[in-house]
């Protein structure tokens, strides 16, 4: 009930700001800024529904600051040696398998993912500065990332279309099959779960490769859309990702997350973003306003809490066993 | 037909816990946890190790080096982890508080150098208390508040420094001091904050409490404590030790900008990991945050040493944490077989 | 008694945990068409057997025989609650429905079979999107038991299904376990409500510290062997022992309970305690009677009404306000407010009364010490063990340690929620003890419970509720349980 | 001459309510922030509408803001390249939209020039050398034709430090072929990681014959000052070289620690950028490449890097 509330006000703020900068910026409908707008989402978009899969099932993922960077590397140098697709696909699968040591040395030696995912990040950003071995890393071809680029319908690219299908996908699986079920209540409760025949072991495996595909993909897509991988920690996305995961209503404590409400959270981060440097305001004003708007959903968190559960228990009355 | 065993990770009892042999090594094990005591022989472990090993590891210079290194980022860590004690996972905004405070000691340096070291550590205290109000009064995620806090903070001193670099118009050598010429000053602020901060921890009410909300914030509150002001303390203690971070930083060349500290928050985090105190609260101590932090630099010291790479450095650094966190792992798991 | 093929049987299963043994050389056989009642007090290993016939855990070694090779028409009602919270009923009910392989969920077609597990648990009428995290504990008990039927399984095992339950609620699951017997089930009863086995059970087996130490059918027994049996021979004579309900009333503080409400809770509740009194309220789920003590102590936004300690108004404080204010409490749920697990059992003891451990802030091991002994020993815990966490306590141990908190803050009104839920005859008779003698020091104690036995051994008063409103008032030496039970289940005598 | 602002065309009527895009990468670095103020008041006085875009040193985020911008159609666009390489598909696309890019500061990594219609800014491998240069003046100042030196370095792979050192080696194995690098450790243009490379260096070689130190970066070199501090080194004892001449190498050249920068003036460096773009603008012929002529700074001519650094 709450929790759909949140999904809710995510969408009304991403509407909102919408409207907003519709309304105030002439340029901002403009088909290529809209097109602009759909690409930065697709990659926040794809980063976060991975990052919420595993946030619901309870965990965590830092090492997607790590892997993000490290697949444009891969991407970028395993292209220039054979072609884009190799290049691509040899990215994420690196970065699957980044996901499957996280979520199996998570499940089997039951550890706090945190933990876990501090290693791997250290591990996958030395891996990037190794492959990048003190060079430049550039696809000298980078006619085929504009290609990957070039604007489908106008709004959408080949890129930002396979991220958007794969983000529509993820989540119908997450509402409607047992898998994604399942995830939500090993985020609910391990151990309960557990007695309810869930095996967690496969659960924490699905939610991390997942995690790690998708950062993979976007890490891949975007070296060789820019033609070029830079090693280092990508910080940045990480935090976008968990500010999107957490204005849609995914919980830290595990349990909960709509993906419509994640898919939410990063539309208003692109929206408010590209609104803003479209119209050039400075840097302090971007913080400020960023500051502003997640103070304001920590602000009506509370207030919204304590009405859904009146609501609540007024359903719950109304429901009350025929015995009584 | 005869059963074969489940994974292990499925064992349910609440009653997990040691039999009555390791009930003597449980209770030991209570000030500091099991993940943390593990790490912190892992760490002895492996100190004793690089000072066979490496060469020119275990000369006075680079050892005092090594203190250096990790003395402000320590100090952040320690105070992160108060943060996580209480329950409230972490700050986000320890970078950005490391900044202003630098800037803020640069532009009160004039006035002397201890009165600006008060002043940063003054600005880490307010900025952390009004997140704490946030965090701990109005239960707000502490994740997005500390997000936020942060995006507030850099924007404003954006705007009042015009991302200049500020040059202190005094003079901060005194925080560059040897104590009895062995002994750096930040360094022992360092082990001063750690020492305290341990010590209210383990002997004062204050760090009862903070630990008990931690560990069950329902039954602290039915045991009637209130855990937003302790929340408060936390985010105040946090800010105040990343102000005080800020502070030495930029005493070390009298000058204060938005960059500096920029890798502190995230090297805190991983010092209170890596140090075994666990994220779902009331477990750990603050000492096992300084040891973490120590761990870290131990290893990015020596690899050096040994001559290795960046890049190699990095995977093997990579590596060592997962294995110390494994081993963590696997030693608190054969003692009590249940998940977490 | 037709039916008398083995359904399940168990054979020469050892386990220990570490060192400890918990099972040793159990063999029991389960037949169908019958309800087995698995008895034995607090830790005596009946949970882990049938977590290890459940396949939750594994034996050590011996083995479990059913009449399909992979158990899976073995289901099982957890007794820690494995409901899960964040999921809604219909998702609890349906991951009992899943197959072990994934795929997407049949919602239209699970429909029909999860209503009617629901309704035959007695929660007929609830809305199945609602998060179980919502509802009160009883029905959740409830959710549990419906998961349990919905699987449709030969053997049904239910640890300590009642525990959390009103009789009326309690009539309904032994209906429910009644027919499914009649069905030609098997069914494993684990319970501490004595006074049930005998009207439900075919047969008994009781345990006592993880052997089997008496199996047969009901009939060879009585209330006095089956004790004995639980007990040994050692125990027998503390637990019939009959409390003395007279208590010193000078200079005793009172608790005015006025008109008090909260919406879609409870409405207009007045009713007074005075120190040295046990007053119960009683009353079914849904009732408001465990609303009530929770308003009391700080955990309801009260809507109107007064609660008053002498002249003092409380109804406004929070819980650390009413603490303050001298109201203690002790919570319903052990696991989630009432302990914390991974501390010790000192510093379970000693958080609610820090400063009186300590010395300007600063903790003093020997005074922490030395209370967490005084309180051990009033609650009968034994003192030796007050430095193990208390996660490795038994249950009924963990309960003794709750309690135990609320003592040492030496209140002026000790408000309880279902003290006893799950504790075994023995321990069940030291919290009853523990609770006469404080009241006799003048405290006034309020406890809500569900169980009338219960409030015969412990209460002074009895206030019954029925939907939200007090029905009436009386002195438990006054009145017989057929009229208690009337009231909260009709509303009038 | 350190200063290269000459006069030019400013408020010519022409260009006046032209619109121009700044991307660049940082408000919160000082160099950065004082580039874009001169920028924004040099088109205040033009009268040229400049907006001013911001990545954060993301090149992920500034691709999409080439997008964004391409949308707008401004008059032409200034460009400080995130990352040199990242930058190149979005120059072809700039390119193909015909919009005019004078880029600044950073020079991509491609000798495909036609990408661009002006650059100006620095060229990495000339700071190196001039670097070199003062080194071996300062070594040779004190007698010292033989030894080793370290270097601390910017962010591995970025053509700003790899093509830094590669003059600073160039030079040294030209004029002074006794002196050797020992050594380099990145510290990723950061103060603090600055500190903790070089003190990893001095430890490694400092028992040698360590004569010098190279950081790629003043900031830098103030870590590795303080480093150098903290294993008992005196100012003067080591030849400290840095380079851009950013504040801390104005203070710590003032103070004797540091013996030469090598000035890189945000000054300098927007106002060539916006020379460039008044052109453009104008529609006049523009250089395609323009490098600021690198100057070494020592205490003798410390007043030519004052203005640099607001003093
Ligand atoms: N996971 C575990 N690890 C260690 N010891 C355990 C574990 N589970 C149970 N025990 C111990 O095994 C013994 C038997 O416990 P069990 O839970 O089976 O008792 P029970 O008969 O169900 O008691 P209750 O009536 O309180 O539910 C106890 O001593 C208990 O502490
Ligand atoms: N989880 C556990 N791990 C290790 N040892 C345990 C665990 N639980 C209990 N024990 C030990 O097993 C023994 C029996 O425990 P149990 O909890 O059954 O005590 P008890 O006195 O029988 O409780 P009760 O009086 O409530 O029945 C004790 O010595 C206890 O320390
Ligand atoms: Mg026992
Ligand atoms: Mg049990």
């Not at chain 3, 629901?118 to 009428?125: D, E, I, N, Q, V």
């Not at chain 4, 270097?151 to 030079?171: D, H, M, Q, S, Y």
């Not at chain 4, 360590?210 to 100012?235: C, F, T």
């Not at chain 4, 801390?248 to 060539?272: K, M, R």
Request: with cysteine.
């Amino acid at each position: 009930m709450y929790w759909r509330l949140r999904t809710y006000i995510a969408w009304a703020l991403a509407i909102s700001a919408f409207l907003v900068f519709a309304v105030s910026d002439s340029k901002f409908l403009n088909a290529g800024n809209l097109y602009a707008l759909v690409q930065s989402f697709a990659v926040i978009g794809i980063v976060s529904i991975g990052l919420m899969l595993v946030m619901v099932a309870g965990e965590f993922d830092l090492s997607v600051a790590g892997t993000v960077p490290l697949a444009g590397l891969v991407a970028v140098r395993v292209s220039e040696a054979s072609t884009v697709f190799v290049g691509v696909l040899a990215a994420v699968v690196v970065c699957g398998a980044v996901g499957f040591i996280n979520g199996f040395v998570t499940a089997r030696f039951a550890l706090p993912s945190l933990a876990v995912t501090v290693g791997t990040l250290v591990l996958t950003t030395g891996l990037g500065f190794a492959i990048a071995g003190g060079q430049i890393v550039t696809l000298s071809d980078y006619e085929a990332g504009i290609a990957l680029d070039s604007p489908i319908a106008e709004l959408f690219s080949f890129r930002s279309l396979l991220q958007i299908i794969l983000i529509a996908v993820v989540g119908l699986l997450f509402a409607k099959t047992w898998i994604g079920l399942g995830i939500r209540a090993v985020g609910s409760d391990p151990n309960r779960a557990a007695t309810a025949g869930i095996s967690i072991m496969r659960t924490m495996l699905t939610v991390f490769i997942v995690s790690g595909l998708f950062a993979g993909i976007a890490g891949a897509m975007q070296g060789v859309s820019l033609a070029a991988g830079v090693p280092g920690d990508d910080q940045a996305i990480l935090l976008q990702a968990v500010t999107a995961a957490i204005i849609g209503g995914t919980a830290l404590s595990g349990g909960r997350g709509s993906t419509l409400g994640v898919v939410a959270g990063a539309l208003l981060l692109t929206i408010v973003s590209n609104g803003l440097s479209l119209q050039g305001t400075s840097t302090a004003v971007i913080q400020l306003l960023n500051g502003g708007i997640l103070v304001l959903v920590v602000l009506v968190n509370q207030p919204l809490q304590t009405a859904s559960k009146r609501l609540l228990d007024r359903t719950i009355l109304k429901g009350k066993p025929a015995t009584v | 037909m005869t059963r074969t065993s489940p994974a292990p990770a499925v064992l349910t009892d609440v009653n997990a816990g040691a039999t009555t042999g390791r009930t003597r090594i449980r209770a030991l094990g209570e000030w500091a946890g099991d993940a943390s005591v593990i790490i912190a022989v892992t760490t002895v472990v492996l100190f004793l190790i690089a000072c066979l090993v490496v060469p020119e590891f275990a000369t006075a210079d680079n050892l005092r080096a090594l203190l250096l290194s990790i003395a402000l980022v320590g100090i952040a860590a320690v105070g992160m982890s108060v943060i996580t004690i209480v329950g409230r996972l972490f700050s986000l905004s320890v970078s950005a508080t490391v900044a202003v405070s630098t800037i803020i000691f640069a532009g009160a340096l004039g006035l002397g150098p201890w009165f600006a070291l008060v002043i940063a550590v003054a600005f880490g205290a307010v900025a952390g208390a009004v997140q704490g109000v946030l965090a701990g009064r109005l239960k707000a995620d502490p994740i997005v508040t500390t997000i936020a806090g942060a995006a507030v903070m850099i924007g404003i001193a954006q705007i009042f420094s015009e991302g200049r670099t500020v040059a202190g118009a005094g003079d901060a050598s005194v925080f560059a001091i040897n104590i009895a010429g062995v002994l750096p000053m930040q360094v022992l602020i360092f082990l001063l904050v750690t020492g305290v901060a341990w010590w209210i921890h383990r002997f004062t009410v204050l760090g009862r409490k903070i630990t008990l909300v931690g560990l069950n914030e329902r039954a602290a509150e039915v045991s009637g404590l209130r855990s937003w002001p302790l929340v408060i303390v936390a985010f105040v203690a946090s800010g105040a030790l990343a102000g005080l971070a800020g502070a030495l930083l930029a005493s070390e060349s009298g000058q204060g900008n938005l960059q500096l500290g920029a890798t502190f928050g995230f090297d805190a985090i991983t010092a209170v990991v890596v140090g075994g105190i666990s994220v779902k609260g009331g477990m750990g101590n603050p000492l096992n945050a300084a040891v973490g932090a120590f761990l870290v630099g131990l290893l990015s010291n020596a690899l050096v040493l040994v001559g290795l790479t960046y890049e190699t450095q990095l995977i093997v650094k990579g590596v060592l944490v997962l294995f110390a966190i494994i081993i963590t792992g696997v030693a608190s798991q054969a003692k009590n077989g249940a998940r977490r | 008694m037709t039916a008398t093929a083995t359904l399940l049987s168990v054979e020469g299963v050892n386990k220990s945990f570490g060192g400890a043994r918990a099972l040793t050389d159990v063999s029991i056989q389960f037949l169908k068409g019958e309800v087995h009642a698995l008895l034995g007090e607090n830790g005596a290993g009946k949970s882990t057997l049938v977590k290890i016939i459940a396949q939750v855990i594994s034996a050590d070694s011996g083995r479990v025989v059913g009449s399909k090779a992979d158990l899976s028409d073995v289901a099982m009602v957890f007794q820690e609650l494995s409901v899960i919270p964040d999921l809604s009923v219909r998702e609890n009910v349906a991951l009992s429905l899943r197959k072990a392989r994934n795929g997407v969920i049949p919602k239209k077609a699970q429909e029909s079979r999860i209503r009617e597990a629901l309704t035959s648990a007695g929660l007929g009428g609830i809305d199945l999107d609602v998060p179980v995290e919502a509802l009160p504990l009883a029905q959740r008990q409830l959710l549990e038991i419906a998961r349990g039927l919905a699987s449709n399984a030969e053997t049904l095992i239910l640890d300590e299904p009642t525990a959390t339950l009103s009789d009326v609620e309690i009539r309904r699951v032994h209906d429910v376990v009644r027919s499914l017997a009649a069905e030609g089930r098997a069914i494993v009863y684990i319970t501490h409500r004595l006074a049930e086995v005998f009207e439900l059970s075919n047969r008994i087996t009781v345990m006592r510290a993880g052997k089997v130490v008496a199996n047969g059918p009901t009939s060879d027994f009585d209330m006095a062997s089956l004790v004995t049996h639980m007990l040994g021979a050692e125990h027998r004579a503390g637990v019939v022992e009959i409390f003395d309900n007279t208590f010193d009333p000078g200079g005793a503080r009172t608790l005015r309970v006025k008109a008090l409400s909260v919406a879609n809770k409870f409405n207009d509740v007045s009713f007074e305690v005075c120190g040295g009194e046990v007053t119960a309220l009683f009353g079914q789920i849904g009732s408001g009677a465990d609303e009530v003590v929770r308003a009391i102590v700080g955990y309801s936004n009260l809507d109107s009404g007064s609660v008053r300690l002498d002249e003092h108004e409380i109804s406004g404080l929070s819980r650390h306000g009413s603490q303050k204010a001298g109201v203690s409490y002790v919570s319903a749920d052990r696991v989630i407010e009432g302990v914390f697990l991974t501390a010790s059992v000192v510093r379970n003891l000693t958080s609610g009364v820090l400063p009186s451990v300590s010395r300007g802030g600063v903790l003093t091991n020997a005074k922490e010490i030395a209370l967490a002994k005084s309180v051990a020993s009033r609650v009968t815990f034994d003192e030796s063990r007050v430095r193990q966490p208390v996660g490795s306590l038994s249950g009924g141990n963990q309960q003794k340690i709750a309690i135990g908190r609320a003592l040492a803050t030496n209140p002026a009104v000790l408000v309880l929620n279902e003290p006893t839920r799950g504790v075994d005859i023995g321990a069940r008779s030291g919290i009853y003890r523990a609770l006469r003698k404080l009241a006799s020091r003048n405290v006034a104690v309020v406890v809500y419970s569900s169980d009338v036995v219960e409030l015969r051994e412990l209460a002074d008063n009895v206030i019954t509720m029925f939907r939200g409103k007090t029905v009436s008032e009386h002195r438990v030496t006054s009145v017989t349980d057929a009229q208690l039970v009337s009231e909260i289940l009709n509303g009038t005598a | 001459s350190s200063s290269s602002t000459t006069p030019r065309a400013s408020g010519s009527s022409d260009v006046t309510g032209m619109k121009v895009t700044l991307l660049t990468v940082s408000q919160s670095c000082a160099y950065c922030a004082t580039h874009t103020d001169e920028l924004k008041a040099d088109a205040q006085k033009a009268g040229v509408d400049l907006t001013v875009v911001v990545n954060e040193f993301d090149a992920g985020v500034q691709a999409q803001q080439v997008n964004q911008v391409i949308s707008t159609k401004p008059d032409a666009v200034i460009l400080w390249a995130a990352d040199a390489t990242a930058i190149l598909p979005s120059l072809a696309r700039l390119k193909s939209a015909k919009i005019p890019v004078v880029l600044t500061n950073t020079h991509p990594q491609t000798d495909d020039t036609s990408l661009w219609t002006a650059y100006t800014g620095p060229d990495d491998t000339d700071y190196g050398r001039k670097a070199g240069e003062a080194m071996v003046t300062a070594l040779k100042a004190k007698g010292q034709t033989s030894g080793s030196v370290v270097v601390v370095t910017g962010v591995p792979g970025t053509p700003g430090a790899i093509n830094r050192l590669k003059g600073f080696t160039e030079t040294l194995e030209k004029d002074a072929p006794q002196v050797t690098i020992a050594g380099t450790q990145n510290a990723d243009w950061d103060q603090t990681k600055g500190t903790t490379a070089a003190a990893a260096l001095l430890t490694l070689y400092g028992k040698d014959d360590l004569v010098g130190i190279y950081a790629e970066a003043d900031n830098m070199l103030a870590g590795a000052i303080v480093a150098a501090d903290r294993a008992g080194y005196k100012p003067g004892d080591l030849t400290m070289v840095g380079s851009n001449c950013s504040i801390e190498g104005y203070t710590n050249i003032e103070s004797g620690a540091q013996q030469a920068s090598v000035l890189l003036s945000p000054y300098d460096d927007a106002s060539l950028a916006w020379q460039a773009t008044l052109k453009v603008l104008q529609g006049d012929d523009v250089a395609n490449e323009t490098f600021i002529p690198p100057v070494v700074i020592t205490n003798l001519n410390l007043a030519d890097c004052a203005a640099a650094v607001d003093k």
